[in-house]
C-alpha cells in the first residue's frame, strides 16, 4: 500500500506544481537539489535545463513521473487478474523469471500496453506545459515541440493561420495514427478481469 501511494501520489499533484517542483530540483547552481546530490558523490555541477544534451531529458522527467500513478495502478489489477495456474504450469515445465515474463505477462498485457501506448503518444503532442514552464522551448530550440511551436506562432507571433494549419495536420496525423492503432488492437482478445 504504502508503495501504491507512492506512484500514484503525483497524479494527484498539479502539473504546474510538478513542473515548478522540478524545476526547483533543476536549479543549475549550487541551491538545485540534483547538483546537491552530484556535488555529495564529487561529480561536477551540471546545467540540466541550461544543457541542450540534458534539456529534453529534463523536460520528459516530470511528465513520466506525475502520469506514473495511474499506469502502474492499471498494471497492478492486470497482474492481480491472472489466474495462477499459467504461472505454476511454467514452473513445473522448467521456465525460469525471464520466460514467464516474455511468454505469459506480456502477452496478457498487450492490450493494455497497447491502450497505454495510445493514449501516452496522443497525450505527448498535446502536453507541452512542462515544457513551457521549465525552458519555453531552450536552449536555442532543443526542447522546442510542435505543440509548443504551434503556440508560439499563435501567440508570439501571431501567426494564427500558420499555426491553424500546422494544428490541424497534427490533428490529421494523430487521428491517423490512432486509426491504425485501432486496427491493431481489433486482432487482441480482450477479457474481463476477475480477481483470483
Given at each position: 500500500i504504502t508503495f501504491r501511494l507512492f506512484f500514484f501520489l503525483p497524479q494527484m499533484t498539479s502539473g504546474i506544481v510538478v513542473a515548478l517542483m522540478w524545476k526547483m530540483m533543476y536549479?543549475?547552481?549550487?541551491?538545485?537539489?540534483?547538483?546537491?546530490?552530484?556535488?555529495?558523490v564529487g561529480l561536477p555541477m551540471q546545467g540540466w535545463l541550461t544543457d541542450p544534451f540534458w534539456a529534453m531529458v529534463c523536460c520528459i522527467l516530470p511528465g513520466v513521473w506525475a502520469a506514473a500513478g495511474m499506469s502502474s495502478l492499471i498494471y497492478i489489477a492486470a497482474l492481480h487478474s491472472f489466474p495462477d495456474d499459467l504461472y505454476e504450469a511454467a514452473a513445473i515445465d522448467g521456465a525460469g523469471f525471464l520466460k514467464r515474463l516474455r511468454h505469459i505477462t506480456i502477452p496478457q498485457l498487450m492490450p493494455l500496453i497497447i491502450i497505454n501506448f495510445v493514449g501516452t503518444f496522443i497525450a505527448a503532442f498535446q502536453n507541452m506545459g512542462h515544457i513551457f514552464l521549465l525552458t519555453?522551448?531552450?536552449?536555442?530550440k532543443s526542447t522546442t515541440v510542435v505543440?509548443?511551436?504551434?503556440?508560439?506562432?499563435?501567440?508570439?507571433?501571431?501567426?494564427?493561420?500558420?499555426?491553424t494549419t500546422m494544428a490541424w495536420f497534427l490533428g490529421v496525423a494523430l487521428i491517423g495514427f490512432t486509426y491504425f492503432q485501432i486496427r491493431f488492437m481489433r486482432r487482441l482478445e480482450f477479457r474481463r478481469a476477475e480477481e483470483n
Open positions: 536549479d543549475p547552481t549550487e541551491n538545485g537539489v540534483l547538483n546537491q546530490l552530484l556535488a555529495a519555453f522551448g531552450g536552449p536555442g505543440g509548443l511551436a504551434i503556440w508560439k506562432l499563435a501567440y508570439n507571433d501571431l501567426r494564427f493561420s500558420t499555426a
